[in-house]
Each structure stands twice: as C-alpha cells, then as structure tokens.
C-alpha cells in the first residue's frame, strides 16, 4: 500500500508516516520545543506504541532480530501483509530520497551544507538519506514524564496553599521604650528619702441614684500662653476648625519694629508740622544768630520744666542728635512730687515738640553722659558724690505717673544708686566729671537712630564708667546686667530698683592727689581735679584737668607715662582752671584745653608743651566750653563766661577765631555740639544753646563751616608739624 499521508490500520496495528512529515515534526519538536504536537501525537497512537520501531540503516543486529522473531511468530497472512507494507514504505522513502537530493543541488551548496548540520544536530542517529521510523515508545514514555511532573508541580502548587506559616504568635525579645525626662528623674532622685504610703483603688468612686435632674455640663481647657495651634477645646469642640488657633507672633521684632515705626512717623509729623507753622514756638524765626543758616527751639514750655534753670547739656557720642538737659529745682512751687527733685529730659533733636523721656533725681546733677554704643543708659554724678544711672528701656508701668493738665507723664527713678550704699568706696565730695570708657567708642560707624536690638543692646553693657571728684579720687565701675529683672526687688542690691536689671560694680580706685603736687604749688593749697578725658586710641590713658593750669597724665595699671603733666606756656605756676578738654574726634593725638584766664591750648599727646596757645582770644574771659567740629578736623568752637561764640578755623586763621557771636538778651547757660560726621552731602552741624531763661535753642551753623574741605586733614597734619 503506498500512501503520502499517515496510514492507520486498526487491525494490524501499524502506521506508516512518510520521512519529510517526520523530519519536520522533529525539528518543530526539538527547535521549538512544541510539547502540546507531541501529546496529541501520542494520542492518535496510544494503542500502537508496542508494535512500531525506529529502523534505519545503522540500526543495532539485537533490533534486527527480536524483529526477524516477531514476524516468525506472526501468521503467514499477516506476515505478508507486513511485507507488502515494508515495501511500499521502503518505495516511499527512496522516492522522497531522490527528491530531498534534487532540490538540494537546485538551493546551492552553501544552503544543502546549511540543512545538512540542520538536519546532524536535530537528528544526529539518522543517516541523511535512509529512511526513518519513529520511536513512538521513547515519545510516549517522555510524555508520560513531562505529565507525571506537571501532576506533581500542581499538586505541590495545591499542597503550599494549604501549607503555610502561622505568624499569629510573636514576642519580643527586648523592649526598651525611650525615658522621658520626668522618668529621668523619678529614677535617679524619685526613690531617695520615700515610702509607699497609700495605694488608692477608686472605691469612692460610686453611683447613687438622686431624685434631682441631671445637669448637663461640658467640661472646656484652654491654654496660656498657647504653644501650639490649638489653645482652647473641650468636649463639645471636636471640629478642629472651632479650635481657636493661637497666631505666631515674634514678640521682640514685633516690638522693635513698632518702636522704630513709631519714631519715624514721630519724626515725619514733626516736619509736616514745623513746615506748616514754622512759629510754632515763639522766638523760633527770629532766634537765628548770624553764624547760623536756621534754628529751631525744643519746647521747654511744659508744666515740670517752668521755673527751671539748665545746669548742663549733654550729647551722645554716637547718636548724635541725642541730647540731655539738666534742669534745677524750681523757682515757685509747681507740683509736690516733683518740686523738690531735679529733672533730666532726654532730647532728640528731630522732635523738638517733647522730651523722648523724662528723668528724677534728688540731689543736684553736676554731670552727665551716655553709654558709649547705644543711647539707653545714662549715668550722672551728683554734688553729694553718688553716681546714678537710668535705664530708658524699662517699662513705663514700673515708674511714677503725674497727672499735669490733661495729660499723664511718665516720670522715671533712677534704676541704680551708689548713694548710701557703697560708702567705703562711693565719693565724699562734688562729682566734677562722669565718662564711659570703651575701646570702640571712637570707631567710625553710622550714627542714624535706628530701633534698639537687643544684640546690640547688650553689646553695649561691655564697658566701664569713670567718675571724678574735685579732691582727686577716681573711682572706675562695671556695668553689670542681671540675667532677670524682680519686680518685687533686691536683697543684695539695695541700691537697685525693683524691677532694674542694670547696676554698677566698683572696679578699682585710684588717687591723683599724690602726682599733682608740684613744687610752688604748697601757698595755694591743695590741687583740685575738675575734668577726665580718656585718650580714644588706647583707653587706659587719660588726662585730668587741675585747677593749677595743668594737666595729669595717668593710666589706670598706674604705669609709667611721658609726660606726665602737661603745661602752659608760662612756666610760673598760678591758679588757672583747666575748665574743659576736649579730644580730636579724628583720630588725631591732639585736644583742646580752655581755661579760665581765657587761653585755649592746643596739646599734643607726646609733647609737654602745647602746640599752639591763644591767650587773648576772649579777651582774658574764662572759656566755659569747647567742643571740637564733627565734621571738619580743622575747625573748633569756644563759648566763654559772657555768654560769646567763637568759632576757629584753623585752616584760614591759626592766629584767632574767624567768627564771633554774642547771645544777648538771653544770656547762655550751656552749649554743646550735636551733628552727622559720616554724610558729606547732606551732613549738619549744630549747636545746642541753653539760655539762662530755660528755654533750649538749636543752631544750625553756616555750610562754610560745616562742608568738609579738600584735603583738610592732611593740611592740619602740616600745621601742626610746623607748629613744633
């Protein structure tokens, strides 16, 4: 029988394939890996599979016999039937033979050499011609392994979803929770000196059954200072959105920054309202002197300061346009609480409506100054020897209020006093002089007010306070700030204020007394000390003003100095009064010394002898104040007891002053100078005059002494160079 398909015979159980349905299926099966041809395979022949063999011409001579033995056992019918098949299928495969070879030489060699490994290695037990017979027990039995593994891969894949870990079951080994700071404590210090004395096992805690209503309640918190969103709630606020939140409010920036606002626009009103009525204050047009481009008058004119004379004037060095007035005891009685008490008033020359605050003292101020960095300590010596200083950042609240007219005035006490407290070290006689010592008092930096902040606030407590009297006792103190104010006071600090925070510390004491003897001086008795300056480049220098014409050298490590007394030009000694010294502001080792037989001096710091001297100047009236200019290195102001102004330009005249002017009715009290030394474009210099009226006036000096010149401190350099 020939055929070119797959001939099944059911009842010789036989099957004929023909060879290039075999090759292909067996590179589908072996390159492509195709398991599902091969079940389905097995299935058209899962009847037969012992009755066919794989033969070809290589086959081993035991096949070739248990064959020969099979067929023998086979009837003759049947044995021919096989016959018959064996040949056609023999016929079958040379055919497909001849084919397979002529359409290999028709593709090339490259591509038959290409089939032929093909064919090697997917079927490396056939030969390349002869015909093939399937194995179909070695398919079977492979098919039987690959589905008894996949029974045994799904059954295991059954078998772990039934089979699974139990996690329920978990214990730590160590649990060590973090110890809060309250648990800290009860551990180290909570079981010292205890017992157990009770243990409460909420018995009391019982239900009774009451006639009367039951009240509804609502149990509410709240929190202050809140230190969260949420400050307030209770039982009835579950809505975080009814839960008041506490706004983030920066108390210190807020403050400064409203303190600063409030300035400036105290300032801007006080333009607007000087521009709009420039007579506001009567004499405030026509008080302009002639060495002056305007003027403008601080209102004196309060209900505390009738009747009260200015003793002094004081400036900042550093907050130029701060100014304080001492005013005296009142002529006529005013107000209880004040008559008997000196008032100072602290100024700032842009708002001339009113004083920034007002201070209290009960003994007679002789002098006065302010912290070196910031204008918000103010020291003072007083004529019973005390030194007081006020704070003027405390709060309002803790000092006295009076009620004059309509309106209320804040009235502050001193926040610290030597008096009746340090006597073993306080002074015994009339304070001449008060300075604040600072090794960066001098140093250039801007002098526009700005709020104060508290970074710079305490920068400024790293200083001292000198004080002098006239019997040559100079004491030096420690500013010290406590950490808290007590409003209710203190035990140890008596001379502080309940509610200060700033005292005073003595330092050292030193007496000049022994180094201004001098010999000649014994027929006038002994030498009085009137004035301290400390020397701005190296602070524990200083000078002293005598009431001999001469002027101590010191240091406060009582060191070795040269020289170690300035002198006049007369070399006879005579009773004059050093009144007032006065430093080079740029940084110049000069200063000034006005006396009180009417010369002014010009010292160097290394010479003995003065640079320069003016002796008839004031036509021998004593000098009562000198104050160098802030804005030109060569220019120097002179008031003497006639109550005259003499201005010095030492770069046009270096013989006498360029400028005179007399204050008359009126006359003046005291004077001082107040200025802004960094603008050289829109800087002022002017001059605070206090009259023997009480009245305070301000002078704004010409711009030809107030405009830097072109080289000007070079040129003074040369003058004095010249000078010695």
């Known amino acids: 029988m020939r055929t070119h398909g797959i001939l099944r015979q059911v009842d010789h159980r036989a099957c004929v394939v023909p060879m290039w349905e075999i090759e292909k299926e067996d590179i589908d099966s072996e390159n492509a890996g195709a398991d599902e041809y091969a079940a389905c395979f097995e299935d058209d022949f899962e009847d037969y599979e012992d009755d066919f063999e794989v033969c070809d011409g290589d086959d081993d001579s035991s096949n070739e016999l248990e064959l020969k033995e099979k067929i023998e056992e086979l009837p003759l019918a049947r044995k021919r039937e096989i016959q018959e098949i064996h040949k056609a299928i023999n016929a079958e495969n040379e055919r497909i033979g001849e084919l397979s070879y002529r359409l290999s030489q028709k593709q090339g060699l490259l591509e038959g050499e290409r089939s032929s490994e ?3 290695n997917s079927s490396p037990s056939r030969a390349p011609v002869c015909g093939i017979f399937v194995d179909f027990a070695t398919a079977s039995h492979r098919q039987k392994s690959r589905t008894q593994a996949l029974k045994q891969k799904t059954r295991s894949t059954k078998l772990l979803r039934l089979i699974d870990l139990d996690f329920s079951f978990t214990f730590s080994l160590l649990d060590l929770p973090p110890v809060n700071e309250y648990d800290m404590y009860i551990r180290n210090f909570g079981k010292k000196n205890t017992k157990q004395a009770y243990v409460q096992y909420n018995e009391d805690n019982v239900d009774r059954d009451i006639q009367t209503e039951e009240i509804e309640t609502r149990a509410v918190w709240t929190q202050h200072p809140g230190e969260g969103t949420a400050v307030s709630g209770g039982s009835g606020s579950g809505d975080v959105r009814e839960v008041a939140a506490a706004p983030k409010v920066n108390t210190p920036r807020l403050a400064s920054f409203l303190r600063a606002a409030c300035q400036v626009i105290a300032v801007l009103l006080e333009e607007d309202r000087v521009a709009a009525e420039p007579s506001w204050s009567p004499g405030a047009v026509d008080g302009t ?12 004119n309060l209900p505390f300061l009738q009747d009260r004379k200015v003793s002094c004037l004081c400036a900042s060095q550093v907050q130029r346009q701060m100014v304080v007035s001492v005013h005296g005891l009142p002529a006529a009685a005013f107000a209880p609480a004040l008559d008997s008490r000196h008032v100072l008033c602290v100024w700032d020359i842009r708002q001339p409506s009113g004083p920034q605050k007002v201070l209290l003292c009960e003994s007679k101020v002789t002098c006065c100054c302010f912290s070196p960095f910031k204008a918000f300590l103010l020291f003072a010596g007083t004529a019973h020897g005390s030194i007081i200083l006020w704070d003027l950042r405390e709060d309002s609240r803790i000092h006295q209020y009076v009620k004059l007219g309509d309106c209320f005035w804040t009235f502050r006490m001193a926040t610290f006093s030597t008096d009746g407290v340090l006597t073993s070290v306080n002074h015994c006689s009339p304070v001449q002089a008060v300075e604040s010592i600072s090794t960066s008092v001098y140093k250039k930096q801007s002098f526009v007010l700005s709020p104060f902040s508290m970074q710079e606030e305490m920068s400024g407590l790293s200083f001292h306070v000198a004080s002098l009297d006239e019997s040559g006792v100079l004491n030096v103190w420690v500013v010290v700030e406590l950490p808290r104010a007590d409003i209710a006071g203190s035990v140890s600090d008596l001379g502080l204020i309940p509610g200060g925070r700033i005292k005073l510390v003595h330092s050292t004491t030193i007496q000049l007394s022994d180094s201004l003897c001098q010999k000649g001086c014994e027929f006038w ?14 602070p524990s220098h ?31 000694v005579r009773p004059v009064r050093v009144n007032v010294i006065d430093f080079s502001p740029f940084g110049e080792p000069v200063f000034l010394a006005g006396c009180s037989d009417g010369s002014i001096r010009l010292h160097q710091l290394t010479s003995e002898c003065p640079l320069l001297q003016w002796n008839g100047s004031t036509e021998g009236h004593a000098v009562t104040g000198l104050r160098w200019s802030l804005t030109r290195p060569a220019v120097f102001l002179a008031q003497d007891e006639t109550s ?3 201005i010095w330009d030492l770069l046009e005249s270096d013989l006498g002053p360029v400028a005179k002017q007399l204050i008359s009715p009126d006359r003046l009290v005291a004077m001082t100078v107040v200025g802004e030394a960094e603008k050289t474009s829109g800087s002022f210099l002017a001059l605070v ?17 107030v405009a830097p010149v072109r080289d000007e401190l070079r040129r003074l350099q040369r003058l004095l160079q010249e000078a010695l």
Do not use: E
């Open 118 to 120: 093909t064919d090697a």
């Open 289 to 300: 002197l002639a060495i002056s481009d305007s003027s403008s008058q601080l209102n004196t």
């Open 525 to 538: 008795g002994c030498t009085q000390t009137l004035n301290v300056k400390f020397l701005p480049s190296d």
């Open 542 to 572: 200083f000078i002293v003003g005598t009431d001999m014409g001469l002027i101590s050298h010191g240091t406060r490590q009582d060191l070795r100095v040269s020289p170690k007394l300035y002198k006049p030009q007369q070399h006879d």
């Open 644 to 646: 005259c102004i003499y």
């Open 689 to 705: 005059l206090a009259r023997a009226s009480g009245s305070v006036d301000i002078q704004y000096l010409r711009r030809a002494w």
